[in-house]
Antibody
Framework: EVQLVESGGGLVQPGRSLRLSCAAS????????MHWVRQAPGKGLEWVSG????????AYADSVKGRFTISRDNAKNSLFLQMNSLRAEDTALYYC???????????WGQGTLVTVSS | QSALTQPASVSGSPGQSITISCTGT?????????VSWYQQHPGKAPKLMIY???KRPSGVSHRFSGSKSGNTASLTISGLQAEDEADYYC??????????FGGGTKLTVL
């Protein structure tokens, strides 16, 4: 069974940093691109970032470009999101998702909550 | 990277069919057959319902179908059931090599 388990969320002050992790199991991790998608409280889904199977290609939403960095460790079946210069508007539940065909997201983890507040 | 446009809400009675639209531009929905749809129940993670415009993953009911015309994609749910009540989101690949979601549609089963 494919499992994605996010961790690393929490309460952080504006301007500080946080690193999210996503532990993957149940599939050959290094065969697939992976993504981060977030959902602010009571709001819709927002794609954040994606990374190819071999880390050769990364992409970011304009809202996080230059502040967030996506990475992966295929040896440890793990996906990461380094979030710097955090803002109040980054407050959200952050999901990691597998991209089996490249352009859709399935499955999703249960998410880790990031709250940016002083 | 503007969000795709979905109606805020739709409703239907059990057994009826409903359609949720998802409107983008030629740089996303209209330019690629890479539209996907997700169902999200309260407090739960999103679930893939349709990918590549009209393909249904194994395990998803045949009552769910997808289509596209120009810059607008659509999700149709036939034979509406109480369990279908949820939020639905469309997503598309874009010409900027990014992905974009719609604002979401709340489906109410009357």
């Amino acid at each position: 069974e494919v499992q994605l388990v996010e961790s690393g969320g929490g309460l952080v002050q504006p301007g500080r940093s946080l690193r999210l992790s996503c532990a993957a199991s149940g599939f050959t991790f290094d065969d697939y691109a992976m993504h981060w998608v977030r959902q602010a409280p009571g709001k819709g889904l927002e794609w954040v970032s994606g990374i190819s199977w071999n880390s050769g290609s990364t992409a970011y939403a304009d809202s996080v470009k230059g502040r967030f960095t996506i990475s992966r460790d295929n040896a440890k079946n793990s996906l990461f999101l380094q979030m710097n210069s955090l803002r109040a508007e980054d407050t959200a539940l952050y999901y990691c998702a597998k991209a089996p065909g490249g352009n859709w997201f399935d499955p999703w983890g249960q998410g880790t909550l990031v709250t940016v507040s002083s | 990277q503007s969000a795709l446009t979905q109606p805020a809400s739709v409703s239907g009675s059990p057994g009826q069919s409903i359609t949720i639209s998802c409107t983008g531009t030629s740089s996303d929905v209209g330019g690629y057959n890479y539209v996907s749809w997700y169902q999200q129940h309260p407090g739960k993670a999103p679930k893939l319902m349709i990918y590549d415009v009209s393909k249904r993953p194994s395990g998803v009911s045949h009552r769910f179908s997808g289509s596209k015309s120009g810059n607008t994609a659509s999700l149709t749910i036939s034979g509406l059931q109480a369990e279908d009540e949820a939020d639905y989101y469309c997503s598309s690949y874009t010409s900027f090599s990014t992905w974009v979601f719609g604002g979401g549609t709340k489906l109410t089963v009357l």
